[in-house]
């Protein structure tokens, strides 16, 4: 995990002062009562102010926000927290490029979660922006989680931090082995299960489609049916893209049986 390295003791001090003019002001004020405005573990804002712990970027934009008043004091702030990790960022890059690659089992276990291929794709869209608060938003995820997920695309040589904080994808595509059992893509296949049916509630349906075929199957012709799912996928990607994306999809084809072979029971992949 990258160490965080906005300058955390500058904003103690600002911290610590914006709580010692609010104590002036009402001497009931206490610091139990600002951690509770914010959500947070008094134990935990204690913890901070003497040094002894240091804070996510989630909640240091909410300190800086609560205790900040100047716009353009915020943004400085947390920019040179975004630039100083670009910039470690930057310091990984590993020189190499070809247009794509199969990822390794141990590699596909480094990067099982689905935001890591997000990522990939997020790159690729109109308006991309290097900037951690941003990919977070986008993505949903934490800014550790954008962090880590940075420094092992750029481990495994999949993408380049430039100077001009722009990223370079290395790699045009990246896919897996087909037909394997790696627990790690199982893993990343319920988290994205789990994201399809979280769109089912939160993404309007012009904007996702979300479909399902019930069928008899001659299983024979298995071999058949997943050349057919993934030729539909590289047509897809042809059309997909286009010249400008501007959003990033996850298409996901399942195909399962419902029922059990009559002698045992059929696992699928």
Not at 185 to 200: D, G
Request: hydrophobic share 40%; aromatic share 6%.
């Amino acid at each position: 995990m990258l160490k965080h390295l906005i300058d955390q003791d500058n904003l103690r001090s600002i911290v610590k002062s914006h709580l010692e003019n609010a104590k002036k002001k009402n001497p009931l004020f206490s610091l139990r009562a600002f951690a509770k405005k914010m959500n947070i573990s008094a134990g935990g804002l204690s913890s901070f102010l003497a040094g002894k712990t240091d804070y996510s970027l989630e909640m240091l934009e909410k300190l800086v926000y609560e205790t900040v008043p100047s716009p353009e004091e915020r943004k400085d702030i947390l920019q040179k927290y975004n630039k100083l990790v670009i910039e470690q960022l930057r310091n990984k890059n590993i020189s190499g490029l070809s247009d794509s690659r199969v990822l390794k089992e141990d590699e596909i276990s480094f990067i099982q979660d689905w935001y890591h291929y997000a990522l990939l794709f997020l790159i690729k869209t109109k308006g991309f922006r290097l900037d951690i608060l941003w990919i977070s938003k986008r993505l949903g995820i934490t800014t550790e989680e954008v962090e880590l997920a940075l420094s092992r695309l750029i481990t495994l040589n999949l993408i380049q931090v430039n100077e001009d904080q722009t990223v370079t994808l290395l790699k045009n595509s990246v896919r897996t082995s087909d037909d394997v059992v790696v627990k790690a893509l199982r893993t990343m296949h319920k988290q994205m299960l789990m994201l399809a049916t979280e769109s089912i509630d939160h993404t309007p349906v012009d904007l996702r489609d979300i479909t399902s075929l019930t069928l008899p199957v001659d299983i024979n012709n298995l071999a058949k049916a997943k050349e057919i799912i993934r030729k539909c996928q590289d047509d897809l990607m042809t059309v997909l893209p286009d010249f400008e994306p501007t959003e990033v999809y996850q298409l996901l084809f399942w195909l399962y049986p419902v029922i059990n072979k009559e002698e045992g029971v059929l696992n699928p992949l």
